[in-house]
Nanobody, 114 residues
Framework: QVQLVESGGGLVQPGESLRLSCTSSGNIFDFTAVAWARQAPGQSRELIGSVSHAGSTYYRDPGRFTISRDTTENAVYLYIDMLRPDDTAVYYC??????????WGQGTQVTVSS
């Protein structure tokens, strides 16, 4: 089964920006859509946004988040601007299969602290 891997997390200071990457063991553009979500400690996982196979983007809360994709790198990215401590979470990408099932990555930890 195809796998997704997130990377790019780490410890960052408030106000900084970060780019997270989601790569696939297969062709990431075979997914109907790729979404980003996050889960903060003690909270449920929440959707950030997604990019469809056609390239359309959706954001649950437009503002500091930007999702883009790179065909040459076979990757989907999540840019986060002006990071805040409450952005601390594990960030996941999810691929939506044409059959309707989902594939989740293992997540990457982002910690925002001075």
């Amino acid at each position: 089964q195809v796998q997704l891997v997130e990377s790019g997390g780490g410890l960052v200071q408030p106000g900084e920006s970060l780019r997270l990457s989601c790569t696939s063991s297969g062709n990431i553009f075979d997914f109907t859509a790729v979404a980003w979500a996050r889960q903060a400690p003690g909270q449920s996982r929440e959707l950030i946004g997604s990019v469809s196979h056609a390239g359309s983007t959706y954001y649950r809360d437009p503002g500091r988040f930007t999702i883009s994709r790179d065909t040459t790198e076979n990757a989907v990215y999540l840019y986060i601007d002006m990071l805040r401590p409450d952005d601390t979470a594990v960030y996941y990408c999810k691929g939506v299969l044409p059959s309707g099932g989902d594939v989740w990555g293992q997540g990457t930890q982002v910690t925002v602290s001075s």
